[in-house]
C-alpha cells in the first residue's frame, strides 16, 4: 500500500454513460498525475495538477475527458460518453516536489470495461 | 523527445537463476531512470531509480541496474530470482525535470518456474 488510494477498483459501464474515478493522493504531495494503462502496454500520461492548477494535458486526453483537483486534494477524473476505446487501467500518481527525479507513488488504479 | 526500450516482453528463469531485464533510453539530455514492478491488478510500486549520482543503483527485493551512458542502457538485475519475482517489470525515464511526466516502456514480463 503506497498511501495513495483508488475508487473504484472496478467499473463497468454500458457505451455512452459517464464515469467518475476519484483519487486520493499522500495528504503533503503537491503533484498529482494520471495515466492510462492499456492491455499490454506501459502506461501513458494524460494530465498532471501542481496543487490545484491542471498544467499539462496529453493530445490522449479527448474533449470528452476532464480532470479536477479543487482545493489541490484529491481529484476526479471523469469521462463523458465512453466508448468501448476507453477500456483501460487509469492509474494515479502522485509526488511531494522536491527537486529532481522525485519518486512517483501509485495507486491501486481504477479498471474501466466499456460494453 | 525521451523513451525507452524494453527489450523481450516476456523472460523466463528457473527459481535461483539470474535475473536480467533489458532497458535502453533515448534522451537529449541527462536521464532520469526508473523501474517499476507490478503484480496483477495492482499499481506500479518503485523498485530504483537513477537521478545522476552513483551509477551502480541498488533497489528493493535485491534488485540492482546500472546505468551505462555509452550504451545508453539501464538494465535490470537480481543474482537470484525467487518465485515472488514473478511480475511486470517497467522501465521509465522522466521527462523534462520540471515537468516529471514519466515516459514507460511496454513492460517486460518475468516468469519463473520451480
Known amino acids: 500500500d503506497t498511501g495513495v488510494s483508488q475508487d473504484p477498483r472496478h467499473k463497468i459501464t454500458k457505451r455512452g454513460q459517464n464515469v467518475t474515478f476519484r483519487c486520493d493522493p499522500i495528504?503533503?504531495?503537491?503533484?498529482l498525475y494520471w495515466y492510462r494503462q492499456t492491455l499490454g502496454q506501459g502506461p501513458e500520461f494524460l494530465t498532471y495538477?501542481?496543487?490545484?492548477?491542471?498544467?499539462?494535458k496529453s493530445r490522449l486526453l479527448s474533449d470528452r475527458f476532464s480532470a479536477e483537483r479543487p482545493k489541490g486534494s484529491f481529484s476526479t477524473l471523469e469521462i463523458q460518453r465512453t466508448e468501448q476505446g476507453d477500456s483501460a487501467m487509469y492509474l494515479c500518481a502522485t509526488l511531494l516536489l522536491l527537486g529532481r527525479g522525485d519518486e512517483q507513488f501509485f495507486g491501486p488504479g481504477t479498471r474501466l470495461t466499456v460494453l | 523527445a525521451q523513451s525507452v526500450t524494453q527489450l523481450g516482453s516476456h523472460v523466463s528463469v528457473s527459481e535461483g537463476a539470474l535475473v536480467l531485464l533489458r532497458c535502453n533510453y533515448s534522451?537529449?539530455?541527462?536521464?532520469?531512470l526508473f523501474w517499476y514492478v507490478q503484480y496483477p491488478n495492482q499499481g506500479l510500486q518503485l523498485l530504483l531509480k537513477y537521478t545522476s549520482a552513483a551509477t551502480l543503483v541498488k533497489g528493493i527485493n535485491g534488485f540492482e541496474a546500472e546505468f551505462k551512458k555509452s550504451e545508453t542502457s539501464f538494465h535490470l538485475t537480481k543474482p537470484s530470482a525467487h518465485m515472488s519475482d514473478a511480475a511486470e517489470y517497467f522501465c521509465a525515464v522522466s521527462v523534462n525535470t520540471g515537468f516529471q511526466k514519466l515516459v514507460f516502456g511496454t513492460g517486460t514480463r518475468l516468469l519463473v518456474s520451480p
Open positions: 495538477f501542481q496543487n490545484e492548477a491542471q498544467l499539462e
Open positions: 495528504s503533503e504531495h503537491n503533484r
Open positions: 534522451s537529449s539530455v541527462p536521464p532520469y
